[in-house]
């Protein structure tokens, strides 16, 4: 029931504070509200994005990006979300790389801020086709 970015991987959730509440608060909410995932998070960055998206919206906001590790199987809202999945990040990394329209606008820069900052790995370059035996 999204009004943009309907049907695009993404992360787990995304904060959206209610007037006067932390960020990391806001985080862990909506962590619980969409996937129905608790667990303790971590901030992990910020960055600053610019994305022209449908139906003309213009979104230009400062993100906070937290961490968190979850061993159980999510419960997500179906109101919120479409599908999910886990997979390594190498494999993450190079379909953003190769499909960046499957993903939405902020995804990639969240990844890069991840990645600067520590939280994620560089990924490995992937393997070409005729790379393969």
């Not at 979300?81 to 997979?87: E, G, H």
């Not at 902020?106 to 560089?122: K, N, V």
Request: with cysteine; aromatic share 12%; proline share 11%.
């Amino acid at each position: 029931t999204k009004y943009h970015s309907r049907g695009l991987w993404s992360n787990a959730c995304c904060t959206h504070p209610r007037p006067g509440e932390p960020p990391q608060a806001a985080a862990h909410r909506r962590l619980v509200e969409e996937m129905g995932i608790d667990c303790p998070l971590s901030a992990a960055g910020k960055f600053i994005y610019r994305a022209e998206l449908e139906n003309g919206l213009v979104e230009y906001e400062l993100d906070h990006l937290f961490v968190g590790r979850f061993d159980g199987s999510p419960a997500p809202n179906s109101k919120e979300v479409a599908d999910w999945r886990w997979f390594p990040f190498d494999q993450l990394a190079a379909d953003l790389s190769r499909e960046p329209r499957q993903f939405t606008a902020w995804f990639g820069p969240a990844i890069h801020e991840l990645i600067r900052t520590g939280h994620l790995p560089t990924p490995r370059p992937p393997l070409q086709d005729d790379s393969y035996c």
